[in-house]
């Protein structure tokens, strides 16, 4: 019998001690957080990551949040951020200055030496989005005329040597750099460097070809003579600048062109390489009091697969920049309007948002993503707001319209 009592009292405190780890276990589901669904839902979303925020400018509160601090590939988002470190550098009222000169003695009306011209990474150079621009071209002919050159001995030289990182970015992909989006920034550029939907492989070369035919349908012939001219004298006989910051900025956050944004990024520093351009504007954005800690910033467009950036870091972007002193509306007026412009014109065309959201998109493979503002009835921005989706496995437009689903609901 005694044995038996000490069984019972045994499988009592058992009993006990399963009651009290069971009841410490509910007690502990209560308080620990639940995984919160997605504010954004669309097929097999389990396997994506999504990061939101949505912030009152007013106040400074972020309405809505979801993995805020979560490393996020931004693709073409990325290009706010270097539209806000060229505007913090004053760039929106500079201009790109392509030198022209002649090296050697003019005897006769012929140019003993050669035509130079000193590339200076201006995208801007006979392109298609700048057409009221002065042609490039046009220019060196009257001004080669105007130099009562009617033969050129030499050649016509790209001087490159002021202009490092020559060509696409070695963090572009392969299977990008074959395509026009995918064209990458030389020290002279051509006609957006594209021949169709293909990336052009030397623009310097086809625009010496032009510019040589266009010569010679002056009656200006280029001999290809190998002359010697050291010591002679370098004459500068042209300075043409492109259209200013503002007007490139604002081309190419509408239509995202990863060219132009090549440009306004290697602008932070001419004559040095992309690694010190990229240095700079972390510098510059950093003094704004940006954290970088969680941020990888390879290039200007966000082509590269290698870019990660968090929605916090982006929804600080946007707010410093709304709140900037005298820039507030020339950052803010470069994103398009949604359903009205650029590459966001068809997104909620004909809602009650449409014109009220300024966004700027970005997209690759398995990526979508949205940075901009809200804006009030005046234009004025009244909340940030930020959208990254990576990894999806449905359809893009399934995705784009959960967000604009979002969106609605949102606002």
Not at 208 to 233: F, K, S
């Amino acid at each position: 019998m005694k044995t038996k009592d000490n069984n019972t009292s045994y499988r009592g405190k058992r009993l006990e001690c399963l009651c009290r780890a069971f009841f410490a276990l509910i007690m502990l589901a209560a308080v620990l957080p639940v995984a919160a669904e997605s504010v954004i839902s669309f097929s097999r979303d389990r396997a994506s990551s999504v990061a939101v925020i949505v912030r009152d400018l007013a106040t400074g509160r972020d309405v809505v949040s979801q993995n805020p601090h979560k490393a996020m590939l931004p693709a073409s988002t990325m290009k706010c951020l270097t539209a806000a470190a060229a505007i913090e550098a004053g760039l929106d009222t500079a201009r790109f200055e392509t030198r022209v000169y002649t090296r050697g003695k003019i005897e006769d009306g012929v140019l003993l030496g050669d035509l130079v011209i000193e590339g200076a990474g201006d995208p801007t150079i006979e392109s298609a989005q700048f057409q009221g621009n002065p042609s490039f071209i046009g220019e060196i002919l009257r001004a080669v005329k105007g130099m009562g050159i009617k033969s050129i001995e030499g050649e016509i030289q790209v001087d490159a040597s002021t202009f490092p990182d020559n060509g696409p970015c070695d963090r572009w992909e392969l299977s990008d750099v074959r395509y026009e989006y995918g064209a990458g920034l030389y020290a002279l550029n051509y006609r957006d460097n594209k021949m169709g939907d293909k990336a052009m492989e030397e623009p310097a070369e086809a625009f010496g070809e032009t510019l040589e035919n266009r010569l010679a349908a002056e009656g200006i012939a280029v001999c290809w003579q190998t002359v010697d001219t050291e010591g002679e004298p370098m004459t500068e006989i042209l300075v043409h600048r492109s259209p200013r910051g503002a007007e490139i900025l604002g081309n190419l956050m509408s239509r995202s062109d990863n060219l132009f944004a090549e440009g306004m990024l290697r602008l932070l520093t001419p004559g040095l390489p992309r690694s010190a351009a990229i240095a700079r504007e972390r510098r510059l954005l950093s003094s704004r009091g940006l954290d970088f800690d969680i941020t990888d910033i390879h290039d200007g467009s966000g082509l590269s697969r290698n870019n990660r950036v968090t929605a916090r870091v982006m929804a600080d972007l946007l707010e410093k920049m709304a709140h900037r002193s005298g820039g507030a509306v020339s950052y803010v007026s470069l994103f398009p309007l949604v359903g009205k412009e650029g590459t966001v014109k068809s997104l909620l065309k004909g809602s009650p948002l449409q014109g009220r959201l300024a966004l700027k998109s970005g997209s690759m493979n398995g990526v979508h993503c949205y940075a901009g503002y809200k804006l009030d009835n005046d234009g004025n921005p009244t909340h940030a707001v930020v959208i990254l989706v990576n990894d999806f496995f449905c359809k893009r437009a399934e995705v784009r319209d959960a967000i604009a689903r979002f969106l609605r609901q949102q606002f």
